[in-house]
């Protein structure tokens, strides 16, 4: 909980939105494996600064990055073994956050603890959960399984954005801006108009969209060599969890050319951990199950990834600033292309509610 | 930034044995109090006609069952002491309403989430942070085991819950109304697997069995984690004056009041911060007692305490009437 956030008042039946306190019961990336190392790093989630870093045995361990003497960052300190060294006045923590040494004092001071969080690495991805320690049941982290399948090939990317995750998931779960914003990678025309079919099941909002004998975009039919052909294009799209949207998308060409295959699957996976209300940490990975050693199929899914989704972070930066910036109010406009968004939306504040202790039908 | 304790309201009280109660506090608006780990403990603050204020410190509980209360509750266990006491003047005088004021939680007895294998033995009242600790392992499905021992079945609050929660990884232990029946802690441990850590909460000679018999099996001592109340007032404490040489004031502290609240009380503000002894701030050098200084903190070393000099003026005391400090 964030005591920033106690005076908001919860409405029955409210979207959230950029102001709405960040679900904190839910497993979010701290980072990606290869960023988590014997140098301690600091990152701040959900408000909240903690301290990354490794044991000499490997385990992840996020603790709260500021010691409970004089709120020093303790990202600034050394490890000795596996233990935390506060820089300033060399108070000592194990990774449980418990104070194993204050060498200016005679003994150990029994509440000179830090908080630690719990953190579970899924590789390529380390996990965190920054709400009550006893609800981070690993087995409600979601699955990214593909990232590590030999069957997959992916190439990722991060950004840091001044947005939220309110607006970033209802950009993901909204196709229609594909063609206008992203014109020539992820969006075509007929995409824009073609019918979408959404449910919610649990907190899980799934869009599933078909699409038949069109052309591909250029971000699944360059790699693919289909440019010329027309597809049917199948699409599962999801907002998995508050930390998660996957994209699933198989592109089918019903007359492939000799050695080719019929089916080609793009698994895209977005990964966002809000800072705080109004900046997120952002990392995507795009996947697929065809030319799996193929460099120059790498280089191309990277380079347009990269340009749709600077694409997205230039448009939500905006919009954020309009937002904040703007002194008389605007209650947006929804349409039924919305409704995805306003699903999910309608999930986020029902989460961030209950656990304000609000119960709403 | 600068602690200010929490106002909250007597929502819900329950006698669960002949003299424990169990008291639900809510914040007054319904807004969330703000959390804690298993092992947090929260200060009571009220004020007995007999004693003056009395400040208290009891484990919150989080709840009964594998859930949690709501987030504007604090769930506390108080047992009746055998004299009319603080305790009992809780007893007494709380009723549903009654407005309090209670600390921010502090956690002086941090449960290990890593645990290969977490012990808990809880004795007597002792039960309740042991409790938040069970809840807490029973939900997160860890590796553990616990004794909890009492006189008399009737007399252990939350033996129900216990069994409700652990199933068969807790047992109950009745030592009997003579107390003849000790639970054997050194059997319990020499039975634990490489790198499990006990935590023990209960009557100082639980706690210190505990640790003779880590000791005894070659344990790391940090591998006995303990929780004893030791701020509270001994059974046979009197209360005294207090004279502050240097402002020529003198104070009354009662038998259930620290040296540091009374004073805290009557205006004379001086340096403290843990209120149990720990952290070395506000010891006070002595001029003269006519009675024995009782050190109950666990920062002094023996030197200083054998010279009579000084004590930590939170958790120690005087036997006799008087107490001049230089202050």
């Excluded at chain 1, 920033?4 to 980072?31: H, I, K, M």
């Excluded at chain 2, 009380?265 to 200084?293: F, K, M, Q, Y």
Aim: with cysteine; net charge negative; glycine share 8%.
């Amino acid at each position: 909980m964030s005591y920033t956030e106690l005076d908001f008042t919860f409405q029955p039946g409210a979207y959230a939105d950029q102001s709405t306190p960040l679900v904190r019961n839910c497993w979010y990336v701290a980072g990606l494996s290869s960023e988590i190392s014997r140098d301690i790093v600091s990152r701040r989630f959900l408000g909240v600064d903690v301290a990354l870093y490794r044991t000499l045995a490997g385990e992840p361990v996020a603790v709260r990055n500021r010691c409970p003497h004089r709120s020093f960052p303790l990202a600034k300190g050394r490890l000795e073994g596996d233990v935390l060294v506060c820089g300033y006045h060399g108070m000592q923590f194990d990774p449980s956050g418990r104070c194993v040494n204050m060498p200016s004092m005679p003994i150990v001071p029994a509440n000179a603890n830090v908080r630690s969080f719990p953190v579970v690495e899924r590789a390529p991805i380390v996990w965190i959960w920054m709400g009550n320690p006893d609800l981070a049941d690993e087995s409600k982290i979601p699955d990214t399984s593909w990232l590590s399948d030999p069957a997959w090939q992916s190439v990722g990317g991060t950004f840091p954005m001044n947005s939220d995750y309110v607006a970033m998931h209802e950009n993901l779960l909204d196709q229609t801006h594909f063609p206008f914003l992203h014109p020539g990678t992820v969006g075509t025309p007929e995409y824009a108009r073609s019918k979408l079919d959404v449910r919610q099941e649990g907190n899980v909002v799934i869009i599933d969209r078909k699409l038949k004998n069109s052309p591909p975009p250029g971000i699944y039919g360059i790699p693919a060599g289909i440019m010329h052909k027309k597809v049917d294009r199948m699409s599962d799209a999801r907002f998995a969890s508050p930390a998660l949207h996957t994209a699933f998308a198989q592109i089918i060409d019903h007359e492939p050319d000799e050695g080719k295959p019929s089916i080609y699957r793009f698994n895209i996976t977005h990964l966002i951990t809000p800072e705080s209300n109004g900046r997120i940490h952002y990392w995507w990975f795009n996947s697929r199950n065809f030319e799996l050693q193929n460099a120059e199929i790498d280089k191309f899914m990277y380079e347009a990834s990269t340009k749709a989704y600077l694409e997205d972070v230039d448009a939500l930066e905006a919009i954020l600033q309009v937002v904040q910036n703007d002194v008389e109010p605007q209650f947006d406009l929804n349409f039924a292309p919305d409704k995805p968004g306003l699903m999910m939306r309608k999930i986020l504040y029902q989460l961030a509610a209950a656990e304000a202790g609000y119960q709403f039908g | 930034m600068v602690k200010s304790n929490l106002d909250v309201i007597v929502a819900g009280i329950r006698q669960l044995t002949p003299r424990i109660r169990e008291y639900l506090l809510r914040s007054p608006d319904g807004a969330p109090l703000p959390p804690y780990e298993p092992g947090a403990h929260i200060e009571l603050h009220t004020v007995s006609p007999a004693s003056g204020p009395i400040v208290r410190h009891y484990s919150l509980i989080g709840g009964t069952g594998s859930w949690d209360d709501t987030p504007d509750i604090y769930r506390i266990a108080v047992q009746r002491e055998d004299r009319q006491r603080g305790s009992a003047h809780i007893h007494d005088t709380f009723q549903v309403g009654t407005a309090l004021q209670v600390s921010w939680p502090k956690n002086h007895f941090m449960l290990d989430r890593r645990d290969s294998k977490s012990l808990l033995i809880a004795g007597g009242i002792g039960i309740t942070p042991i409790l938040s600790m069970l809840r807490s392992l029973v939900r997160r499905g860890r590796h553990f085991e616990m004794a909890y021992a009492g006189r008399q079945a009737g007399d252990m609050a939350y033996r129900q819950d216990v069994l409700r929660l652990a199933g068969p990884h807790a047992r109950i232990h009745v030592s009997g109304d003579d107390n003849r029946n000790v639970l054997d802690i050194q059997a319990l441990l020499a039975a634990q697997p490489e790198g499990t850590n006990a935590y023990v909460c209960g009557p100082a000679p639980m706690v210190k069995a505990a640790q003779a018999a880590a000791a005894a099996l070659g344990w790391d001592a940090s591998r006995i984690r303990s929780e004893l109340f030791s701020s509270g007032p001994g059974a046979n404490d009197v209360a005294f004056d207090v004279e502050l040489r240097a402002s020529g004031r003198r104070v009354r502290v009662g038998r259930d009041t620290s040296i540091l609240d009374a004073l805290t009380a009557a205006g004379v503000h001086v340096l403290s911060d843990c209120r149990r002894g720990e952290c070395g701030l506000c010891p006070l050098p002595v001029i003269e007692t006519d009675g024995e200084i009782e050190h109950r903190d666990r920062y002094l070393d023996e030197e200083e305490r054998a010279s009579g000099k000084t004590l930590c003026i939170c958790v120690s005391r005087t036997t006799g009437s008087r107490l001049v400090l230089d202050a």
